[in-house]
């Protein structure tokens, strides 16, 4: 009974190629995020869903395009993959913003060859 | 930008002593600090955070010191443990605006030798 699960865990795959990774919360909180971990290791937010609202959306590329059906999923799609995209992506949620601390998942490696 | 750095990459600590991870923000409107922990393959885990109204949180083994005025904090574990080894985050936000968005430092890889 995973707090915040992803999947993939891991997903490898060649440029120009559209993927999703998946997330799903079943700790009833209300805010839903993706971070994301480049080479030099700096974990940077994406996208903050609050009840299925975006509320930040952190000059990402419009290729990278965020769902969220429900406050207890939030799904990352990702069109025409470039090099640049392998990443680590974390999913995370919270119930009242940042101040009560994320609750993160183990993330999902994406490697574009 | 980095708007918080952890200049150190590493730390290395003999078991039993004192651990003192620090952390440097440049945003002068961050008034809530958080320190996550993050094992090999796992996400980042909520350890502790603190306030600007305060200078100091402790909790257990872990401590947490604010210097407002040096725009500076650190992180202090006493007595270090072996399982305490990992890579800790130092994060800053605003709460009295977005509160939604967490600004995370690089991280500093600890390692508590037996």
């Known amino acids: 009974d995973t707090a915040v699960s992803q999947t993939p865990k891991y997903l490898v795959t060649q440029m120009g190629n559209d993927k999703s990774i998946k997330c799903e919360q079943n700790?009833?909180?209300?805010?839903m995020y993706w971070y994301k971990q480049d080479s030099k290791k700096f974990l940077k937010i994406m996208f903050s869903?609050?009840?299925?609202?975006?509320?930040i959306n952190e000059t990402v590329p419009n290729r990278f395009s965020p769902k969220s059906p429900d406050k207890a999923h939030l799904n990352l799609h990702i069109n025409s993959l470039e090099l640049g995209d392998s990443a680590v992506y974390f999913c995370?949620?919270?119930?009242?913003?940042?101040?009560?601390?994320?609750?993160f998942g183990s993330g999902t490696r994406l490697t574009v060859v | 930008d980095q708007q918080v750095k952890q200049n150190s990459p590493s730390l290395s600590v003999q078991e039993g002593r004192i651990s003192i991870l620090n952390c440097d923000y440049t945003?002068?409107?961050?008034?809530?600090f958080l320190w996550y922990k993050k094992y090999p393959a796992e996400g980042p885990t909520f350890l502790i955070s603190?306030?600007?109204?305060?200078d100091k949180n402790e909790d257990g083994r872990f401590t947490v010191f604010l210097n407002k005025s040096a725009k500076h904090l650190s992180l202090h574990i006493v007595p270090s443990q072996p399982g305490d080894s990992a890579v800790y985050f130092c994060a800053g936000t605003d709460s009295g605006g977005s509160n939604y968005k967490l600004t995370f430092g690089k991280g500093t890889l600890l390692t508590v030798n037996p």
């Open positions: 603190i306030s600007s109204i305060k």
């Open positions: 995370a949620s919270s119930k009242q913003g940042a101040l009560g601390g994320y609750t």
């Open positions: 869903y609050n009840n299925k609202e975006l509320i």
């Open positions: 700790l009833g909180h209300d805010t």
């Open positions: 945003n002068s409107m961050f008034d809530y």
